[in-house]
């Protein structure tokens, strides 16, 4: 018979897979900044894959506070995510849509994150975990700045320049 699944449970799961998800960002985040063709957009991504190195520790250190190793579990949605991401950086290679495509594909990792640390700081409250709360928080708070300077860039972007000519 199956043990019945607690929300300890769910929450240990649900850090496994953002952990998952941060170290594949982190692998992901120098090949953007490779791609991207603005200074700003290069800097952006290196500047955000810093961070990403924080937020994994912060994340080691809300494992070590439950009792548990800390080891990521496959998320495919983030997989998928960047996976979209190379697809934008193959097929708009040199066009002048390709930053364009790569702030996109970087807010869709961004609002999977703030989805997913929204959801743990809501259960670590419910299970008690004050410092667990504290150190996710710290993270959401810098997922949602990457964001808005991430529609900043977006908005700086809509100019004659992103437009080129009309699709066939």
């Avoid at 240990?12 to 992901?28: G, R």
């Avoid at 490779?34 to 912060?58: C, N, P, V, Y």
């Avoid at 066009?95 to 703030?114: C, K, N, P, R």
């Avoid at 259960?123 to 300077?149: C, F, H, I, M, S």
Wanted: proline content about 2%; some cysteine; hydrophobic content about 40%.
């Amino acid at each position: 018979m199956a043990t019945t699944k607690t929300l300890e449970d769910l929450f240990l799961d649900t850090l496994k897979d953002i952990y998952f998800a941060e170290k594949q960002i982190l692998k992901a985040l120098p090949k953007m900044a490779r791609a991207a063709q603005s200074e700003e957009g290069k800097a952006g991504f290196l500047q955000h894959r810093d961070e990403t190195q924080g937020q994994i520790e912060r994340l080691e250190q809300v494992f070590e506070l439950i009792g548990k190793p800390a080891r990521g579990k496959t998320c495919e949605a983030i997989q998928g995510i960047l996976a979209e991401g190379d697809e934008i950086i193959e097929e708009y290679k040199g066009s002048v849509a390709l930053d364009a495509g790569l702030i996109s594909s970087a807010q869709a990792v961004e609002h999977y994150e703030i989805a997913r640390y929204g959801t743990l700081i809501a259960w670590a409250n419910q299970l008690g975990l004050t410092d667990a709360v504290a150190l996710l928080e710290a993270t959401l708070a810098e997922e949602k700045a990457t964001d808005q300077k991430l529609t900043q860039l977006a908005e700086a972007q809509a100019n004659p320049k992103g437009k080129g000519t009309k699709a066939a």
